[in-house]
């Protein structure tokens, strides 16, 4: 993280909230990735992050809340999600929940769904922010739809040429966006894999977590097949040909093409905090396209593996 004393920062954090106040755009950090983040009530504010990323209007927002007791103002929770929020947040994990009466949430932010994705990011830029601003941010990814998500505040400024302001708070911890649930009574169904894995949760709600069908509808964000998508081709479990770029994981044979190594060690944390990182730097040198090496679909691998089918997606 950039040094800076207390008052640069804290100021800081009083000019992102004041810009969020006049309906203006921010991007900030969270654990996961960085967020674009606009008012989530404010229609018009909302409105220009899906003019920003170039985002199709049906595929609905996360929004961020700076606590437990805000995300209530919003949405209903049932026993299992306060189960799960209590546990988890704040944390890198989404709950989509039934909105209340009289939410106030811009219709355009929810994708005119009567349900809400909600999360209390757990980053401590992130949580100034919010409560510096005193209301509920809609925040997607902070980069061109369809494009790589952003793990470093530098990723954001060239993403959309530095016209979007951005909160620098260093690299991102986790670098994959928060998992994803829903709730059906006493049922928990993963609509998007994330950097909380579904064993961490089944270990501690005590609940089996289901995995949405492929079919699926578009419920919440990052549902899209193509989606966290480089300029270059990508070919998945593939040992890399000459001409292209590899990105290997674990062990790799010598290969005198253009390489990055997601984790030498097979560690699966350090891959996925790795992972947007590496695919930014390969796509930045032009190669056409580029071999990534099998990444295990156990725990954090489920995350991982799922960005990368949507990344090397028809588009």
């Known amino acids: 993280m950039n040094a800076r004393g207390p008052r640069q920062r804290e100021q800081e954090i009083e000019e992102a909230a004041a810009l969020l106040a006049a309906g203006k755009l921010v991007a900030f950090p969270t654990e996961t990735v ?39 103002r919003f949405a209903r929770f049932p026993p299992l999600a306060r ?91 986790a670098g994959v966006e928060s998992t994803i649930v829903a709730i059906d009574g006493e049922r928990l169904i993963q609509l998007r894999a994330g950097a909380l894995p579904r064993a ?47 990105l290997a994981f674990g062990p790799a044979a010598p290969f005198e093409g253009i390489t990055r190594n997601l984790s030498a060690s097979g560690d699966l944390h350090e891959a996925a905090r790795n992972l947007f990182s590496m695919l930014h730097e390969l796509d930045a040198t032009g190669a056409r396209t580029i071999a990534v090496a099998p990444v295990p679909e156990t725990g954090l691998g489920e995350a991982i593996n799922d960005r990368l089918r949507r990344a090397a997606a028809p588009r």
């Open 34 to 72: 960085y967020g674009l983040g606009a008012d989530a009530q404010n229609a018009d504010a909302v409105l220009s992050i899906y003019e920003t990323k170039g985002r199709p209007r049906f595929n609905p927002l996360i929004v961020h809340c700076a606590d437990l007791a805000m995300a209530e």
């Open 83 to 173: 189960r799960l929020a209590e546990a988890f947040w704040p944390g890198p994990l989404s709950i989509v929940l039934p909105l209340k009466p009289g939410h106030g949430l811009a219709d355009i932010a929810i994708a005119g769904l009567d349900t809400v994705a909600l999360r209390v990011p757990d980053h401590p830029l992130a949580l100034a922010l919010l409560r510096a601003a005193g209301r509920p941010l809609a925040a997607p990814s902070a980069n061109p739809s369809g494009k790589l998500s952003p793990t470093t505040a530098e990723q954001v400024r060239r993403g959309f040429a530095g016209k979007v302001p951005v909160l620098d708070g260093g690299p991102c911890r």
């Open 200 to 246: 961490a949760i089944e270990e501690v709600i005590g609940v089996g977590v289901e995995q949405a069908p492929q079919d699926a509808g578009i419920a919440a964000p990052g549902m899209l097949l193509s989606h966290y998508a480089p300029n270059a081709h990508m070919r998945l479990d593939a040992a890399p040909q000459p001409g292209e770029a590899f």
